[in-house]
């Protein structure tokens, strides 16, 4: 079964469909010019490596006073000088190289942010929706990954909990049409891929976005 472990490839694929563009955040590779960029344009950026898995070395950068605040596996910090945060995002990067998605205020259930997993799975020769489940963030942490101590809810519950009942069902029309648009595009692109797993995140206002898309699906 076919794996495509750069999320700059499969968003490029992405990308030209208009109707599923319009669900991805801005992105940009890293480089300290594109964050500088993009911290200027957003209330704050996710920085993570473009092959990676389990929420590692994903960061959330934003503004804060003449500084800067850092999210990163649990802990939080304020940097006063650019070069300094630029360091710090070094260190942790380890020479891989990143992208900046445009950051994203997800609704929350309790305060904690919550977003999606749509799985599919290619049976024969017809896709199949494996699952809609919500991911909850561990109390602390902006990441929701299950590995990161996220807790898995039932995707319908887990709307219901942060949108009225009346909006539940057109939102999880949304997120698995945009899935099997994205599957018939990244399958045309990339033959041979078997199983999919699409990352979504509504935010408060209620518009859904794509954050990210698994060959490899935990």
């Known amino acids: 079964m076919r794996m495509v ?3 700059w490839s499969k968003f490029a694929v992405l990308l030209q469909h208009s109707g599923v563009a319009k ?16 911290l200027r344009q957003y209330q704050f950026v996710v ?8 929420g590692n070395r994903v960061m959330k950068i934003q503004r804060a006073g003449n500084g800067f605040l850092l999210h ?12 300094e945060l630029l360091q710090v995002i070094n260190r942790i990067r380890q020479n891989r190289p990143l992208m900046i998605q445009q950051g994203i ?20 020769r017809h896709w199949q929706i494996r699952a809609v489940v919500g991911r909850l ?41 945009v899935s099997r648009t994205c599957t018939m ?3 045309s692109k990339f033959p041979g891929i078997g199983m999919l ?11 859904v976005w794509i954050f990210e898309v698994n060959t490899k699906p935990h």
């Open 5 to 7: 472990a750069s999320k």
């Open 23 to 38: 669900h991805i955040p801005a992105m940009r590779r890293y480089s300290a010019e594109n964050l500088a960029a993009m």
């Open 47 to 54: 920085a993570k490596p473009i092959v990676g898995t389990g």
């Open 72 to 83: 990163n596996a649990g802990t939080k910090k304020i940097y006063r000088s650019w070069s």
């Open 105 to 124: 205020n997800l609704a929350t259930i309790d305060g904690r942010p919550v977003d999606y997993r749509v799985k599919l799975a290619k049976v024969g």
């Open 137 to 177: 963030a561990r109390p602390g942490l902006f990441v929701t990954n299950l590995c990161q101590g996220g807790t898995q809810l039932r995707g319908r519950y887990a709307v219901g909990r942060t949108f009225p009942a009346s909006l539940v069902k057109s939102k999880i029309d949304t997120m698995v049409g």
């Open 185 to 187: 595009l990244l399958e």
């Open 197 to 207: 797993g699409y990352d979504f995140g509504i935010d408060k206002r209620g518009s």
